[in-house]
């Protein structure tokens, strides 16, 4: 399997150091912020149990990198189509790491019985949430923040998008999903009966549908807000 960590380590031996003038080593001037994109291929899960709140599956996403400076990769051609041409300031490679496609559809499929409205084999789109963060808002906004809650503002041109229901999810608000800051789904809903249930996660990019599965332990309350 290809490694999705890859961007996140380069990132971090790039940024970790500075020079004496207090600029980031490594740093180049660039026309785009975006410095590389993942052209999914392969997801997987790793849960996040937390007894006192509502279970978090955090989705890793890995493939194949396009970077500038490859020839005939494709790596302009998202560029331009995502409108990051015009940037002033510099970019330390590998340091802005982006999905290369937005999500077309995702979907929540489970195993078991979970309530009366989502019998074993059905989705549960409507009671699981999608949590992102993108640089499209700061790259669309001229390279500025756009007015948003502070809370909001990550750092490094990324945005929190919020949550959205997994039926809400569509290609013009998932663009440009940060490839180092993990997407995460969040239950709103604890099944009728407590105990571990399995599920499905379905993800496709530019028409690719991905799969992979994942397991789940409910027996708290979740706190729906």
Do not use: W
């Not at 912020?33 to 392969?42: A, W, Y």
């Not at 998202?78 to 300031?89: C, I, K, P, V």
């Not at 906004?141 to 569509?170: H, I, K, R």
């Amino acid at each position: 399997m290809k490694k999705y960590l890859f961007c996140l380590i380069a990132a971090m031996v790039f940024m970790g150091c500075s020079n004496e003038d207090g600029k980031i080593s490594g740093a180049e001037r660039s026309s785009h912020f975006i410095t590389h994109f993942v052209v999914v291929d392969n997801i997987e899960c790793s849960i996040g149990n937390n007894p006192f709140v509502a279970p978090v599956v955090y989705i890793r996403c890995g493939g194949k990198i396009l970077h500038d400076g490859q020839y005939g990769n494709g790596f302009t051609l998202l560029q331009e189509m995502y409108g990051d041409t015009s940037f002033t300031g510099s970019t330390v490679p590998f340091s802005n790491g982006a999905y290369a496609y937005p999500i077309d559809k995702i979907s929540v499929i489970t195993d078991n019985d979970f309530d009366a409205e989502h019998p074993a084999g059905t989705a549960i789109d409507d009671i699981v949430k999608l949590k992102f963060a993108s640089y499209e808002p700061f790259i669309s906004n001229g390279y500025q923040y756009p007015e948003v809650d502070e809370s909001a503002v990550l750092g490094g041109g990324l945005v929190s998008m919020g949550e959205f229901f997994l039926t809400e999810v569509n290609r013009e608000m998932s663009k440009l999903i940060s490839a180092k800051k993990s997407p995460s789904l969040k239950f709103m809903k604890e099944p009728d009966v407590a105990g571990v249930y399995s599920f499905s996660l379905q993800i496709t990019f530019n028409g690719e549908t991905l799969e992979t599965r994942f397991e789940l332990t409910f027996g708290n309350t979740v706190d729906e807000e």
